[in-house]
T-cell receptor, first 115, second 118 residues
Framework: KAGVTQTPRYLIKTRGQQVTLSCSPI?????VSWYQQTPGQGLQFLFE???????NKGNFPGRFSGRQFSNSRSEMNVSTLELGDSALYLC??????????????FGPGTRLTVL | AQTVTQSQPEMSVQEAETVTLSCTYD???????LFWYKQPPSRQMILVIR??????QNATENRFSVNFQKAAKSFSLKISDSQLGDAAMYFC???????????????FGEGTQLTVNP
């Protein structure tokens, strides 16, 4: 079974621009979560989508948004980029069955650099 | 809100030796899940081991085992017979049992950078 894939792997943008990151979950997984990883703040939860609905949201400004499609693929969008948005963005998918076996499996991440 | 703390930013171990990474957490919930993830230089997060809070038996996966102390809210990871490939950042993570309120959200600790010396 193919793992979680994220595109693009690397991205360079300038302040004020917007960016869209994509995540394809493991086949059969219905939940997709996004995390931001920075040296200063560590790993922080952005949001989770399940069956095309946002199920949970972290403490990030409204510039960060996401969506999920009927095939469970997810995109996250960051508008009006700031220097502080430079980070590794990780996507994780899970079955969302609610048991301990409902483990999150992570993709390789998208490294976003904002200049 | 739950918090996870890893008090050891860095640890080192000699190849073939044993090392223990510490993790403590704070929660008001009685049922939850705990995980250890490994992040090598490739940055890919890899699940190492998981534990259900309602199980008293400590989880074991090959050379990896945990010491889960629910009352103390402690969840340490023991790596036996350390190998060079074990060198990575290790993250302890918490997940609520109630997916209806918290979904699959993971709360991570700050991480412990493990170095394995040949």
């Amino acid at each position: 079974k193919a793992g979680v894939t994220q595109t693009p792997r690397y991205l360079i943008k300038t302040r004020g621009q917007q960016v869209t990151l994509s995540c394809s979950p493991i086949s059969g997984h219905r939940s997709v979560s996004w995390y931001q990883q920075t040296p200063g703040q560590g790993l922080q939860f952005l949001f989770e989508y399940f069956s095309e609905t946002q199920r949970n949201k972290g403490n990030f400004p409204g510039r960060f948004s996401g969506r999920q499609f009927s095939n469970s693929r997810s995109e996250m969008n960051v508008s009006t980029l700031e220097l502080g948005d430079s980070a590794l963005y990780l996507c994780a998918s899970s079955l969302a069955a609610g048991a301990v076996t409902d483990t999150q499996y992570f993709g390789p991440g998208t490294r976003l650099t904002v200049l | 809100a739950q918090t996870v703390t890893q008090s050891q930013p860095e640890m080192s171990v000699q190849e073939a030796e044993t090392v223990t990474l510490s993790c403590t957490y704070d929660t008001s919930e009685s049922d939850y899940y705990l995980f250890w993830y490994k992040q090598p230089p490739s940055r890919q997060m890899i699940l190492v081991i998981r534990q259900e809070a309602y199980k008293q038996q400590n989880a074991t996966e090959n050379r990896f085992s945990v010491n889960f102390q629910k009352a103390a809210k402690s969840f340490s990871l023991k790596i036996s017979d350390s190998q060079l490939g074990d060198a990575a950042m290790y993250f302890c993570a918490y997940r609520s049992f109630r997916t209806g309120t918290s979904g699959s959200r993971l709360t991570f600790g700050e991480g412990t950078q493990l170095t394995v010396n040949p």
